[in-house]
């Protein structure tokens, strides 16, 4: 059990590096519309790509970014793992937020550098000031197209809907794995590469899905851009956490002599029995 949880842990770390260059498997209720201009040209210039993405999504300001991995195994094991960054470019301010197996864990970092934590495992959630994990928003602008570009050529699929979007689709079956260790697939020489990109009329790729299948394994995942320009980071747990560290602050003074000193704000983590839902 051990070697199998460590073997999917690997798989899962494997998929999200993959999605990180680019990714998707495919799309619902497709269509080929001759009639709708593509918004590029085969073969796919991924640079171009990359470059007119990510200045649509910094004109934009704000973006949600998802990344949905899991894997399942011959031996009938499963792993997921989700990815989820809200940003505002504009302030600065940003929510990342990550689940794999039982724990939810998420961080805020306001305008002004303000952070808290929030982690849940089952009904426990324990809140912490200051960001326990961290994230360059910036970093995510770009869907690293052109490392898929570099290895495979894709072709046309006509397009498809997608959270009110009507996407051009783009696929290619890569004939290697993009990584160094390729033992948690068996023989990564036999797999299934299946890659597509949904991109919008103005050029944004807003959808990205990665699928590989071998005689081990079968792995998939989703990258999405969606609420651009629209994003508010903010989480619906912030003022609960403001609070909690005001209360526990207010707590802490003491009085001596009839002065009231206030101690240094604590950044310990609070654990507390909780059946919230998470934004």
């Known amino acids: 059990m051990r070697h199998t949880r460590a073997l999917a842990a690997c798989c899962l770390v494997v998929l999200v590096a993959l999605a990180g ?7 619902q209720g497709a269509s080929d519309d001759a009639t709708t201009a593509q918004p590029y040209e085969t073969p796919l210039n991924g640079t171009q790509i990359d470059q007119q993405h990510a200045a649509t999504i910094r004109d934009a300001g704000s973006f949600t970014y998802r990344l949905q991995s899991s894997a399942s195994y011959a031996s009938g094991q499963s792993a997921s793992r989700l990815t989820a960054v809200r940003a505002d470019l504009d302030t600065g301010a940003y929510s990342l937020r990550i689940v794999q197996g039982p724990q939810d864990s998420q961080v805020y970092v306001g305008p002004n550098g303000t ?10 959630t324990a809140f912490a000031q ?23 050529d894709f072709t046309y699929e006509g397009t498809t809907e997608f ?7 783009y696929v290619a079956h890569p004939a290697t794995l993009p990584i160094a260790n390729t033992s948690a697939f068996g023989n990564a020489s036999e797999a299934n590469v299946t890659v597509r990109l949904g991109i919008t009329s103005d050029g ?10 071998t005689e ?15 994003t508010d980071p903010t989480p619906a747990w912030l003022s609960q956490a403001e609070q909690r560290f005001a209360n526990e602050t207010a707590s802490n003074e ?14 310990t983590t609070t654990t507390t029995s909780t059946n919230e839902t998470t934004a």
């Open 21 to 27: 260059c680019s990714a998707l498997s495919g799309p």
């Open 115 to 124: 952070a808290y934590t929030r982690i849940t495992t089952g009904n426990r």
């Open 130 to 152: 200051g960001a326990l994990r961290s994230a360059n928003a910036s970093a995510y602008v770009s869907p690293g197209v052109a490392s898929l570009t570099e290895r495979a």
């Open 163 to 169: 959270d009110g979007s009507t996407l051009h689709t």
């Open 204 to 213: 944004v790729v807003e959808r990205q899905q990665f699928h590989v299948a």
């Open 216 to 230: 081990r394994a079968t792995l998939d995942s989703t990258r999405t851009y969606t609420e651009i320009g629209s």
């Open 254 to 267: 003491t009085t001596t002599n009839g002065t009231s000193t206030t101690t240094n704000e604590t950044t």
